[in-house]
């Protein structure tokens, strides 16, 4: 449990902490969790050059896993 003074520190350390100001800065820091996309819920979410490659790679996938029936489906795409 923080005691009264821990609180008001922190809180006060957090009037530092507002985050980005400036319109790059604010763009830079709505990419931080944005890596390489590759946990991405589709492949939509991927950049054009990487979704081709990606769909690519799935078809392979595929091919090779046969996935047979929803509950396989599902485990298929879960694993692309």
Request: proline residues 8%.
């Amino acid at each position: 449990m923080s005691t009264p003074q821990q609180v008001l520190a922190n809180q006060a350390n957090a009037q530092l902490s507002t985050g980005p100001r400036t319109p790059l800065g604010k763009q830079k820091s709505a990419q931080n969790s944005t890596s390489h996309g590759l946990t991405a819920t589709t492949p939509d979410s991927l950049a054009e050059a990487n979704q081709a490659e990606f769909l690519a790679l799935a078809a392979r996938l595929r091919a090779q896993l046969k996935p047979h029936g929803p509950a396989e489906e599902e485990i298929f795409a879960a694993y692309a």
